[in-house]
């Protein structure tokens, strides 16, 4: 399988807004006038990754995220369009985002995803999916599809292009 560096459909992209002011400082993460519906947040949850750790990359069957990178570390993002039906199926896009470049980005679901921590502190990233973790009451399978877990996955972060 074979990826080529480009856009991916239906990833949205969001350069944050800092307001700061002498007490500190606020962005808005999302808001329903600037968000399809189908992406619209059901939960968030809040991560801490040290310096060098990556996760994932995996994807969801049914889920699509919200992922907000605003620091205090900064993160290289990698995306994979590994959905048949998509016009940009085997397209790939990364990114470094994070303290340096406050970002917010949709991944839909069947978009493979993972994400290092690739600043000299621990990072925060934040992530409102539009579905339950586990479901309701988490009584359902988890949705997730690991790639990280196969050496010989096409989805590498440090692979090719």
């Not at 969801?60 to 959905?83: C, M, T, Y």
Request: charged residues 30%.
């Amino acid at each position: 399988m074979e990826f080529e560096r480009g856009k991916i459909q239906d990833v949205q992209v969001t350069a944050l807004r800092k307001f700061v002011d002498e007490r500190g400082w606020l962005t808005e993460i999302f808001r329903h006038d600037e968000l399809s519906e189908e992406f619209y947040p059901a939960m968030s949850y809040v991560s801490l990754s040290r310096p060098g750790v990556t996760r994932g990359p995996h994807e969801h069957e049914g889920q699509a995220d919200l992922f907000v990178f605003i620091g205090p570390s900064n993160f290289k993002l990698v995306l994979w369009d590994n959905r048949r039906e998509s016009p940009t199926y085997l397209k790939k896009m990364s990114m470094v985002i994070g303290e340096d470049a406050p970002t917010s980005v949709v991944v839909p679901k069947g978009v493979v995803h993972g994400y290092r921590n690739v600043g000299g502190k621990d990072g925060i990233v934040i992530n409102c999916p539009n579905r339950l973790f586990m479901g309701q009451d988490k009584k359902d399978p988890i949705d997730e599809i690991r790639h990280e877990i196969d050496p010989d996955s096409p989805f590498q972060m440090d692979g090719k292009p």
